[in-house]
């Protein structure tokens, strides 16, 4: 199965900024000939009745989808499974930093973690990276806790509960961080290194970025289509989805032999006036604020003059920011051309 969708994370209402890149993912699904999938990512932060709230909104600017909406809070076997198989391989480690440890110790240059050398990469693309290294993005995991003795790890649990990390340079037979590379419609190559990057949290959540691969392998999801702040988790995702294909940790729908290349593409965010990623405290930006829909609180649509926005005219307006007719879906859908997309945010200064 060929799919795509959307996984909206219910912390609240949907703004114009998430109903924008709604739309697209259901735009890249159809153009391509996808099923449309809904996922509900709620291993976190959770507001009581954002879910049906966002449905109710997704719905109302006119999107459909393929099957009932999947929840990751019902999926959590799964998430333990892939883990299981990967602790049974010996390629999970328990850490005990905090976020101080980690930000102190990347400061200071680590000559014992450096990456692999490109020289060991496949040279099939550009390389933003000098001197031939492959540069640890900032933020990077620097491996502190790879290799503490058995007695260390049994003292620090007392003060700390472990999170879990992958051991990626183990997963991958190299001497340092691997490099992945993925191909984004909108970005082309990108190239970053892995680094051992957290797979369930000390508070025993797993981690976003194992969940969401685990789910797309298993919904059978070769099209993800998101916002651009998310461009630099996809290699390690899309590399940790090989690793788990290949460990044969995931039954996947099918009889696909090998995994199928995801299509990728991080569409730009609709920031506010001063750059920052559109919020709630940014006016008018939720249907609930334009009197579409009534809100998460149950209070009545607004009376307002003049009268209010409709559902339509909002996607219209959302349709039009990336260049494409906005009078139906069905008109966008004709004339949507992935490489005619804007690569830029859309600055939102209000609606009139
Ligand atoms: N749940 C994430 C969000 O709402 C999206 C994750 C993804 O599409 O991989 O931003």
Not at 49 to 73: F, H, K, T, Y
């Amino acid at each position: 199965m060929r799919a795509g969708r959307y996984a909206p994370s219910p912390t609240g209402q949907l703004h114009l900024g998430n109903l924008r890149t709604a739309l697209l993912a259901w735009l890249f699904a159809r153009h391509t000939e996808r099923t449309f999938l809904l996922r509900i990512e709620d291993l976190d932060r959770v507001r009581a009745g954002a879910e049906a709230q966002q449905l109710r909104e997704l719905e109302a600017i006119g999107l459909n989808w393929d099957a009932e909406p999947v929840r990751q809070s019902e999926r959590i076997d799964l998430y333990e499974h892939a883990l299981d198989v990967l602790r049974e391989r010996g390629l999970v480690y328990e850490c005990f930093c905090s976020r101080k440890d980690i930000a102190e110790a990347t400061s200071a240059p680590h000559p014992t973690q450096s990456p692999a050398s490109s020289a060991q990469l496949p040279d099939d693309g550009p390389s933003p990276h000098s001197a031939g290294r492959l540069l640890l993005p900032p933020g990077s995991y620097p491996g502190t806790c790879r290799n503490l003795s058995e007695s260390e790890r049994e003292r620090r649990r007392r003060d700390r509960p472990a999170a879990l990390r992958i051991d990626a340079a183990r997963a991958a037979g190299t001497d340092g961080a691997p490099a992945h590379q993925v191909t984004d419609v909108l970005h082309g190559t990108v190239r970053a290194a892995v680094d051992d990057f957290v797979l369930r949290r000390n508070d025993g959540a797993f981690a976003y970025n194992l969940a969401v691969v685990v789910d797309d392998l298993t919904q059978g999801v070769d099209q993800v289509v998101r916002g651009d702040d998310l461009l630099s988790s996809a290699p390690r995702q899309d590399w940790l989805a090989g690793v788990l294909w290949d460990a044969g940790a995931i039954e996947v729908p099918g009889e696909a032999q090998d995994r199928p290349v995801t299509e990728y593409a991080h569409v730009p965010l609709v920031l506010n006036a001063e750059g920052k990623r559109l919020a709630k405290r940014d006016g008018a930006v939720t249907l609930e604020d334009m009197g579409v829909l009534d809100g998460l609180d149950g209070q009545d649509i607004p009376d307002t003059e003049p009268a209010p926005w409709t559902a339509d005219r909002v996607r219209t307006v959302l349709l039009e920011s990336v260049g494409l007719p906005g009078e139906s879906l069905d008109a966008a859908l004709d004339a949507f051309a992935p490489d005619r997309l804007p690569r830029t945010p859309w600055i939102f200064t209000g609606l009139d």
